[in-house]
């Protein structure tokens, strides 16, 4: 079975310290065929509401010469970037993204609440009950649902259930999006017509982001752009339940699913 993570972050991510080559060293040790570096890029300041000045790309690209230079041919490694939060300023997005060098993949996704909710970090976020935890999440998925009608460029929308990392892992809480099926289905059917696919996030271990209900409703709507990522953030996860995941999908009728070179899929048996 081909085996690709396609959600990693290095050094180049505020919130991560591995160098790409480490990363990549982990992923060939964990047997995998590909892995597709995915560090984070948003309009804003990390960790503020400020706007970002322009990005550094060179920084980003000779990490990735350092890392390809490293293991030689004994992976195939991929360029991406998880481009974060852009209904934050859609323009300011696009013009950051105009200077982009060549990328073959990009996460789109959101990590904070609206302007109604101070911007705040999801991980941050700190509801006092399930009632206020569930307005989040419904805040949450309209901020997803803008940035599924943005017609910006980005390949997969990443961790569609990513409130549920933290509620669930890190609040004690046990959540989860039931109950929002039809705000869920109007996303994925947008991602659908405009030709975009989802990640199946394998949350280091956890819960599936997202899980099988929804899998399988992104299936049933006839979604098949799928990518597998780890969400990675040091070596030690490069790789992690993606081949159960794999197996998950399949069971969710799946029959192939994606890695990406020059931003076109490039399709694997399942
Ligand atoms: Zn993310």
Redesign the pocket.
């Known amino acids: 079975m081909y085996l690709a993570d396609y959600h990693t972050h290095s050094r180049i991510s505020p919130d991560a310290r591995s160098p790409m080559a480490d990363m990549a060293e982990a992923a060939i040790a964990a047997g995998l065929d590909e892995l597709c570096f995915t560090d984070h890029v948003e309009p804003i300041v990390w960790a503020t509401t400020q706007p970002r000045g322009p990005y550094d790309w060179q920084a980003l690209t000779e990490e990735f010469a350092r890392a390809q230079a490293a293991v030689g041919g004994r992976i195939t490694l991929r360029l991406g970037v998880?481009l974060?939060d852009a209904p934050w300023d859609f323009a300011h997005t696009e013009r950051l993204m105009a200077d982009a060098p060549q990328l073959d993949f990009i996460?789109g996704?959101i990590?904070m609440l609206s302007a109604a909710y101070g911007c705040t970090d999801l991980y941050y976020f700190d509801p006092a009950d399930d009632a206020a935890a569930r307005r989040g999440m419904a805040d949450y998925l309209e901020l997803v649902r803008q940035l599924a009608n943005w017609d910006g460029t980005y390949s997969v929308l990443?961790?569609l259930t990513?409130p549920l990392r933290y509620l669930n892992e890190n609040r004690g809480f046990q959540l989860t999006f039931d109950g929002f099926e039809a705000e869920i289905e109007e996303i994925l059917r947008i991602l659908i017509q405009k030709g975009r696919g989802i990640e199946l996030n394998t949350n280091r271990g956890h819960t599936p982001l997202p899980d099988e209900k929804w899998l399988r409703m992104y299936r049933d709507l006839g979604g098949e752009i799928i990518t597998l990522g780890t969400?990675a953030h040091d070596p030690t996860y490069v790789g992690c339940a993606i081949r159960e995941r794999q197996e998950l999908l399949r069971r969710c009728g799946f029959r192939r699913f994606c890695t990406f070179r020059r931003m076109e899929p490039v399709w694997h048996e399942l």
Do not use: F, K, T, Y
Request: proline content about 0%; overall charge negative; glycine content about 22%.
């Open positions: 998880e974060g996460i996704s990590h990443g961790h990513l969400d």
